[in-house]
């Protein structure tokens, strides 16, 4: 299975959709914008469930986590193909931890693009990438208005965990994945940014017209806001949550009887 998924890595054999960098925190859960691949689990995705109620998440919910509770043989890939809007620099950004195991050199992460390797360790790299750390790579190279296969894929049978949240694409310095085309076509209702500070933006597609009801629930299921839209005019609606303590909060919109629900977090 090792050659098998490797090959995969490289060879981009996957079909998806293109466009920019889509769900780069993985908020939107497993099997929906991303391909996913464990041998173990069946998608690396994980959120407080895998744990028995721990979150490892550096952001939002969910996070990606190469390695397992029993020590099994794990292997894992998760991909898409998106367009790197052409320019001068980019880098792929994003907060990766190398934990445990037994400091094999089998244990293994690759990242690349179009089966190129931009970023490698192994279960020896512990000490240089503990939870979280931030990395930075320059891709510049491939910011040329293509479409690129983008893959990360690891294998482990030393106990090693490989954990990596919060992507982000940035070409020229400006931040490639917020909200894109992709997510708007495909989503009713997207929010973003997660995690807010100060604003969290609420952005209708075609499908939301006329007036919608907007309710803030936090983790307990208690409501802490409401809103109501009288009329959609203007695709996006901006609400202020600077009053909101720092967690995880669930928003229902309510439009002409239909429900739609989406998360966000809030870190201050």
């Known amino acids: 299975m090792k050659k098998t998924l490797l090959s995969i890595l490289a060879c981009g054999s996957i079909g998806m959709a293109s466009a920019q960098l889509v769900d780069p925190s993985f908020e939107s859960g497993p099997g929906a914008y991303w391909t996913e691949f464990s041998a173990v689990y069946g998608t690396p995705l994980c959120d407080a469930a895998c744990l028995g109620g721990q979150t490892l998440a550096y952001d939002g919910v969910w996070y990606y986590w190469g390695g397992t509770t029993a020590g099994d043989l794990e292997e894992t890939l998760m991909a898409q193909q998106m367009t790197i809007p052409a320019g001068n620099s980019a880098t792929i950004e994003f907060q990766f931890g190398n934990v445990g195991g037994d400091g094999s050199t089998d244990d293994t992460f690759i990242m690349s693009i179009d089966g190129n390797p931009i970023f490698s360790v192994t279960g020896a790299d512990t000490a240089a990438y503990p939870l979280y750390t931030p990395v930075t790579i320059d891709i510049s190279q491939y910011a040329n208005g293509g479409v690129h296969y983008f893959a990360f894929a690891s294998y482990q049978n030393g106990g090693t965990n490989f954990l990596l949240d919060a992507l982000n694409l940035t070409v020229n310095g400006q931040s490639q994945t ?25 952005q209708f597609n075609q499908a939301v017209s006329g007036s919608a009801t907007i309710s803030i629930f936090d983790a307990t299921g208690s409501l802490v806001n409401r809103d109501q839209v009288n009329q959609i005019t203007s695709k996006t609606f901006t609400l202020d949550v600077t009053q909101l303590p720092n967690g995880v909060y669930f928003m229902n919109v309510d439009n002409n009887g239909s429900q739609f629900q989406q998360r966000f977090v809030v870190a201050h």
């Open 178 to 202: 917020n909200i894109n085309d992709m997510v708007n076509r495909e989503k009713e209702v997207v929010v973003y940014p997660s995690p807010a500070n100060d604003n969290i933006n609420v």
